[in-house]
């Protein structure tokens, strides 16, 4: 069952980077090039957005409008990727991975952008069903800095 409506998404914010951090630790991801993403923030080739239930941070993601290793995953025109969506323990199966994917999407369609992009582990079967469900379909398998992924699209 979804309860998207208890969270409130708004912009993350320079002062946010811990939170960040904190977030992507949990999920085991990298930290080092957060500082650089609220750069890319300031400069308006990303944005972040944190979801919180009152004032506990639930979750994250992001837009990306380029990509520096792969055009087809952003070009800064018509494809835009979501990026580094991750929900933390307490509010897993809750919908918040859906609603966040789903808010990324209307921001980007704002943009002009007509094909968003994804890409994840090919062992990463909760993710991969989410994106399935909404519509997303692979295009390619490709390398990234930290190995293999699957590469989703999907028009908007
Ligand atoms: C993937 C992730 C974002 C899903 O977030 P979530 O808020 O739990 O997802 P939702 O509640 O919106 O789930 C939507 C659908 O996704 C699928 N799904 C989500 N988690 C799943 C799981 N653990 N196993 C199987 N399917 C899952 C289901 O189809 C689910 O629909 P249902 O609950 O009606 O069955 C979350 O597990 C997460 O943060 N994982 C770690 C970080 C990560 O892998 N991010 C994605 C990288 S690209």
Redesign the pocket.
Known sequence: MSHATEFVVRPARVADREIVCAIRAH?GWDQELVESWFHDVARGSRFMWLAQVGAEVAGMVALDLVDRHDPDVADGHSRAAVTS???LPP????????FLTQHVEKEARSRGVTWIT?F?DPA????I??YE?LGYVEYKKHQRPWGMAVHMHKRL
């Open positions: 999920v969506l991750a929900v509010f897993l199966r809750r919908g918040l991975g859906r994804l994840t990463n079967s909760a993710a069903r989410l469900s």
